[in-house]
């Protein structure tokens, strides 16, 4: 049985549609229960806490880990699980967002699962629908289940996030991991750096509680984590930095830069990575790398997540 | 030319006991206007009960503010094309609610504006559907392409008042300059949408606020960029300018020097410029989706200076109505544009309340000056103009509710909000065409 302990509330809201909406009590609570998932092993529960319930996965733009790892998340907790990709539906026969999710709400899932190419949308289809929804991913805006996953492989591999220097590397004006992570490691204490041509760094960066580099010897310097981020190809051929081999040279993580960073510094990325672009395989691959543990959390970060939103509606139902 | 207003009131009426304000007139205070088949026959503070004679019709306005009916530059309506956003009769309605007894429409229709027969629809369909008067400005270019000048001169003599290509700027410089060489021959005035697309791809200010929530942004420098080159071009070519909307305070400084040397230059800015900033958008409203983006409060700030101290000439709503098909979008996919006409003046006034823009500069900039840049005969209160005026309580409180607009598209970016002042009765060739229901 589940202690009463265990299914207390832990947020306050219907949807986690953004980490810059939830406080740090409610973070450290996602992340302690993910970490009972983790020691559990993080598979098949004995107790599938969401039997009965539906999972919808709505990808309105094309994405493999983090749609899997969602749906493994949602069938180790007992839900049904289904995968909707829009892409290749109704949206390509002219139906608008809303209209889908008001079509799928009617089929009265329980969670909607939701990522979508335009910043914003997300919350837009919340706010039509009557389950709760977590934010997969929107636009440019933030995709909190990556930071709260993050998050967790810091936490566990460090002991705790507070006073960390982390370094956020490459796209961030066009990542929704970056705006997602900063706002999550600025809400527990760490020390945030940006590193990135200035080109690749949206307006007003500074005043998002970060410190800007424009160089990574002096971005990574006494660096407790080193998050690279991906940088989409069709960015590297002119539009913002001239080439490839350019950004490589100057951006990209080799062993030589990520000696500026401290010995033990964590290697993280999100994926998927451009190898030799904007990470050296022998980095991603090496000791300090802990890119493959960020894809175990991420199961576990959203099993905790499907739990904490479950226990609102079922809490309401007794 | 415009549509004539063919429902003209044969009757002789006064209104009298009036606050009038009308500057270019030199009138500011009590008084009373005397009006006959549609024209002004008298006005001022010697139109008085005994001056009419017995037999006149008269209202007594208590006390209530008379202005004369605003002009406003720069209104889409869906007509021809997507009638279901706006006709031309349901904007002249909510026209008519807000004090706006002259419409000039874009030529963003679909067909487009561009030529002589599509401007003599536009002035037959207002004549037989619109409360009130209604002016075209043609297009630039052929179908709003940008590529090839349209047919400048017989637009003019359909009864085009400007031309302009509406929400798309003419990026080709030599292409505009050839346009405004063109049409001073025939003395048109030549309106651009001041923006260089090239550094406008994005759907809000560039801005703090644009990189939280993750959305593209638009310089300020993509207008004021575009509004030297084209003020170089107007020194060059000598042709009457007008920029249609300016949205920041760097533009300001453009706009005194272009002033300052004696170049036929004007411009204008929407109310939503004046009223609202980039922090109206909150958590994505697509209300606030405009084109130019709102700015930052300080742009706003020196904005509503700008108006005061006589560098804008004119305040448009920049009405521009849009379904929810092409609203309820996310921010980035969904269209520009909010309506404006009927909320106007109720904005404008709350600039006259709280940020010390006198009356009679609103008067100005919405109705006299536009007169003059577009060289209509309405806009004043002389005796021999046309009796088109409106009746103003200024202190009036009043909340804009969707289900009370008249316009066909509901999208307004006041909506809730309560405004200080508004319009009581709207009237049109000496007919009323708007009366509010106490």
């Keep these: ?318 | 030319m415009m549509s004539p207003a063919v429902k003209q009131s044969a009757q002789r009426k006064a209104y009298l006991n009036a606050n009038i304000i009308a500057p270019a007139q030199g009138l500011n205070g009590r008084g009373g206007i005397l009006i006959e088949d549609g024209w002004i026959l008298a006005v001022g503070p010697k139109v008085t009960k005994e001056s009419i004679g017995a037999g006149t019709a008269s209202f007594d306005c208590a006390g209530a503010t008379l202005i004369p009916g605003l002009i406003d530059m720069r209104v889409f309506t869906g007509e021809p094309g997507t009638e279901y956003r706006e006709t031309l009769a349901t904007a002249s309605e909510a026209a008519a609610a807000g004090g706006v007894t002259t419409m000039i429409v874009m030529p963003n229709t679909q067909p487009v504006i561009d030529d002589a027969a599509i401007v003599d629809f536009i002035l037959r369909r207002a004549r037989d559907t619109a409360l009130v008067r209604v002016a075209p400005m043609a297009a630039i270019t052929k179908g709003l392409a940008g590529e090839l000048m349209s047919e400048i001169g017989g637009l003019k003599e359909a009864g085009a008042v400007a031309v302009t290509d509406g929400t798309h700027a003419v990026a080709n410089a030599n292409l505009f300059r050839r346009a405004l060489t063109y049409a001073k021959d025939f003395d048109m005035l030549v309106v651009q949408h001041v923006e260089e697309p090239s550094l406008s791809k994005g759907v809000m200010n560039l801005s703090e606020s644009a990189s939280r929530l993750g959305l593209a942004g638009n310089p300020s420098m993509s207008e004021v960029i575009m509004l030297e080159r084209d003020i170089r071009l107007v020194e060059m070519t000598g042709a009457r300018y007008h920029a249609s909307q300016i949205s920041c305070a760097a533009s300001l400084e453009v706009i005194r020097g272009a002033k300052a040397k004696g170049l036929p230059v004007t411009c204008g800015v929407s109310i939503h410029h004046l009223t609202l900033n980039e922090n109206d958008i909150g958590a994505y409203r697509t209300f606030f989706k405009l084109s130019p983006p709102l700015r930052t409060e300080d742009d706003r700030r020196a904005l509503v200076a700008g108006v005061a101290d006589g560098t804008i000439d004119v305040i448009v709503s920049s009405h521009d109505p849009q379904s929810a098909d092409t609203k309820r979008l996310p921010f980035a996919e969904a269209a520009f544009g909010a309506i404006g006409l009927e909320t106007m003046l109720s904005a404008a006034l709350g600039l006259y309340h709280n940020e010390n823009i006198p009356l009679g500069r609103l008067v100005e900039v919405l109705s006299s000056k536009p007169a003059e840049i577009l060289g209509l005969e309405t806009g004043r209160l002389a005796p021999g103009a046309p009796a088109d005026f409106a009746l103003v309580d200024l202190n009036m409180n009043w909340t804009v509710e969707e289900t009370q607009l008249c316009s066909r598209s509901k999208n307004s970016p006041q909506e809730d909000r309560t405004l200080e002042g508004r319009v009581i009765e709207t009237v049109v060739a000496g007919r009323t065409v708007y009366a509010y229901a106490r």
Aim: a neutral charge.
């Design chain 1, 1 to 318: 049985m589940t202690s009463p302990s265990r299914r207390s509330p832990l947020l306050k809201g219907q949807h986690l549609l953004a980490v810059d909406d939830i406080s740090p009590l409610e973070i450290n609570a996602l992340l302690d229960l993910a970490e009972t998932y983790v020691s559990e092993g993080n598979g098949p529960q004995r107790n599938p806490i969401l039997q009965g319930q539906t999972q919808v996965n709505l990808f309105f733009e094309a994405s493999t880990r983090t749609q899997s790892s969602f749906e493994i998340a949602g069938k180790r907790l007992g839900a049904d699980v289904m995968n909707m990709a829009m892409s290749s539906s109704a949206i390509s026969k002219g139906e608008t967002v809303l209209d889908t999710a008001m079509t799928i709400n009617a089929m009265r899932p329980n969670f909607l699962v939701v990522r979508h190419q335009s910043s914003g949308a997300v919350e837009l289809l919340a706010q039509k629908v009557s389950c709760s929804v977590i934010n997969a991913g929107d636009g440019q805006h933030e995709h909190p289940t990556q930071a709260l996953l993050d998050a967790l492989t810091i936490r566990r591999r460090k002991g705790s996030i507070e006073g960390l220097t982390v370094a956020i590397c490459g796209d961030v004006l066009h990542s929704r991991v970056a705006r997602s992570n900063i706002h999550m490691l600025n809400k527990l204490g760490a020390r945030v750096r940006v590193v990135a041509p200035s080109t690749l760094l949206p307006t007003g960066i500074a005043n998002f509680g970060v410190e800007v580099h424009r160089n990574m010897r002096d971005g990574l310097e006494g660096a407790d984590v080193v998050m690279m981020l991906r940088l989409q190809l069709e960015r590297m051929s002119g539009a913002f930095v001239p080439s490839q081999r350019e950004y490589y040279r100057f951006y990209g993580l080799n062993e030589e830069k990520l000696r500026y960073a401290k010995p033990d510094a964590l290697v993280m990325h999100p994926g998927p990575m451009n190898r030799g672009i904007e990470i050296d395989s022998n980095v991603a691959d090496g000791a300090q790398s802990v890119i493959r543990e960020q894809v175990e959390m991420g199961v576990a970060v959203r099993m905790a997540v499907l739990d904490a939103l479950s226990r609102n509606w079922l809490g309401a139902k007794s």
